[in-house]
């Protein structure tokens, strides 16, 4: 059986077409909305409440070449985490991670907060 002219470039334009954006990522530089940058600073403050800056920042820059398995890291370990924070967060957040310039402004976050921390008078 013999096929029509042109069918395998016809078929293989529209695969090309509809995985084209298979492995695409957004754009740096889009700016985070304003519950996301608020979500962000929280988890900041949940971190330095706890101590854990350094190992978190210290982490976070390790794993920087591989946010997006970060993020699936998160999503596996949301039944653990639910104890510490709200689910939706824990999604909010791993989605976030899936951006490449979202651990860069984590990092710097907690840093913030660590920083204002130590500066505070202690009680």
Known sequence: MAL????L????????????HAFAVEPDGQPLSAEDVA??????????????????????????????????????????????????DIERVALLLERRDTLPRLTALIERQAESRRAAPQP
Do not use: W, Y
């Open 4 to 7: 029509p002219k042109g069918f």
């Open 9 to 20: 470039a016809d078929r293989l334009s529209g695969l090309k077409s509809r995985v084209q």
């Open 39 to 88: 979500l962000l600073e929280r988890v900041a403050v949940a971190v330095v409440e706890r101590r854990m800056a350094v190992p978190t920042v210290v982490f976070l820059e390790s794993v920087g070449p591989m946010n997006f398995l970060g993020s699936q890291a998160l999503h596996f370990f949301t039944p653990i985490l639910e104890v510490v924070f709200p689910q939706r």
